[in-house]
Nanobody, 117 residues
Framework: QVQVVESGGGLVQAGGSLRLSCKAS????????MGWHRQAPGKQRELVAR???????NYADSVKGRFTISRDNAKNTVYLQMNSLKPEDTGVYYC???????????WGQGTQVTVSS
């Protein structure tokens, strides 16, 4: 079983920054890609950013140039640095981790990010 735990959410003014962290732990052989999704009230969950174990990244167009995803493979931890935050970035941010040997995807419980105007 794999546990995924996010931290670092909170309330910030527009233009501010936040850094989210996510750690995968448990019975882990290896973790392949890890990523962040978000869900705003009344909207579907959407991809924010993903990173492979080799460090390849992809981002939603809406966050390119403002958000940076990184990871520490030794700690099975992924980070999301969010700069120049906008009110439309508000939502619950969910981390996920894909286990390599069976491709199983594990989700965290989510962390709230609120950006005030």
């Amino acid at each position: 079983q794999v546990q995924v735990v996010e931290s670092g959410g909170g309330l910030v003014q527009a233009g501010g920054s936040l850094r989210l962290s996510c750690k995968a732990s448990g019975i882990i052989v290896s973790i392949n890609d890890m990523g962040w999704h978000r869900q705003a009230p009344g909207k579907q969950r959407e991809l924010v950013a993903r990173i492979t174990s080799e460090g390849s990244t992809n981002y939603a167009d809406s966050v390119k140039g403002r958000f940076t995803i990184s990871r520490d493979n030794a700690k099975n931890t992924v980070y999301l640095q969010m700069n120049s935050l906008k009110p439309e970035d508000t939502g619950v941010y969910y981390c996920n981790a894909r286990r390599t040997y069976d491709n199983a995807l594990y989700w965290g419980q989510g962390t709230q990010v609120t950006v005030s105007s």
